[in-house]
């Protein structure tokens, strides 16, 4: 049985003080580990601050971004040993603001993705068709090309050791949600390339996040969805309250 995952993307978002006291405020909420796992990934000038704050609790560290090599000289970057020693338990690779800002491609994707997992990272890889893509009716194929490129050269123990978030572009930071619909057909699309790929068994193991304006009252209908295992949350985690809105609906459907 998949376990349901709420992870916070901050982004580039708060500043030391408000981010301690977020950290603070779910650590205070979630003192130890539940049923739902919950993730929080702060800018990373703020890993340790934030890592203090959730220490011990139920609320786990990610990064938003790191460099495939090092250490070394990569004048900028954060290699994974770097987010280990900090305590990051999991990495976001390939955001979409990352591929369209940055510059970031399957390929490098690709390569980040098998060095979180060496290094013994969970990666939360994203992948995602824009608002052009889908309204050409491109969606499938897109997410299939990003999943084939992204997740290249993986075995299967591998795989097991990673989340996949399906993040539409078109509905991240717009309000825009996919509906539940929307989101289960490209999630079922995901679970099966996984199982052709791969196996059955390992294609029920992995875990499948939906982001893009997810909020505490959208939440519960898209985690209803057999194929949607979590949600990856950028506006909504920057606020307790509503963060704890969308782990709490999370946690109602596991019980039920
Ligand atoms: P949003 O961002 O929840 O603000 O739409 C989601 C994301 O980019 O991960």
Redesign the pocket.
Known sequence: MRKYLIAG?WKMNLDRAASVQLADALAALYPAAGETEIAVCPPSVYLDAVRQAVRGSGVKLGAQNMYHLGPGAFTGELCSDMLLDIGCRYVILG?SERRSLMGETDAMVNEKTHAALAAGLIPIVCVGESLEQREAGQTGDVVRSQFEHSLAGLDESQMAGLVIAY?PVW???TGKVATPEQAEEVHADLRNLLATRYNSGLAEQVQILY????KSDNASELLSQANVDGA?????SLKADSFQGIIQAASQIAVN
């Open positions: 993307n955001h993040e509905a991240i930071g982001g893009g304006s997810v990856l949350v950028g506006g909504a």
